[in-house]
């Protein structure tokens, strides 16, 4: 089994900043790529960016250049950081990792249980 654990959620007004991570623990070989989601109220729950093993970043198109993603292999730990957040960047955020527990056995998908970020003046 593996556990996530986000951390660094909040409340900031329009235009500021916030540092999300999370914590990778439990049975892992190894850790084939991790992410980020958020899920608005009322709305679907929606990739903000990813990141594989090799360092490989993907993001949505309405955090690029705003959002950085990055990781800490050693740790099995995650970041995001958020800068010029706006009103409608306010959601739950989510980590998410794929994670081999062993050595030949098909990475399987883990969450975690979110942490609310609110944009707000």
């Known amino acids: 089994q593996v556990q996530l654990v986000e951390s660094g959620g909040g409340l900031v007004q329009p235009g500021g900043s916030l540092r999300l991570s999370c914590a990778a623990s439990?049975?892992?070989?190894?850790?084939?790529?991790m992410g980020w989601y958020r899920q608005a109220p009322g709305k679907q729950r929606e990739l903000v960016a990813r990141?594989?093993?090799?360092?490989?970043?993907n993001y949505e198109d309405s955090v690029k250049g705003r959002f950085t993603i990055s990781s800490d292999n050693a740790k099995n730990t995650l970041y995001l950081q958020m800068n010029s957040l706006k009103l409608e960047d306010t959601a739950v955020y989510y980590c998410?990792?794929?994670?081999?527990?062993?050595?030949?056995?098909?990475?399987?998908?883990?969450w975690g249980h979110g942490t609310q970020v609110t944009v707000s003046s």
């Open positions: 990141i594989t093993s090799s360092g490989s970043t």
């Open positions: 998410t990792a794929e994670v081999q527990a062993s050595r030949g056995l098909v990475p399987i998908d883990y």
């Open positions: 439990g049975t892992i070989f190894s850790i084939w790529a």
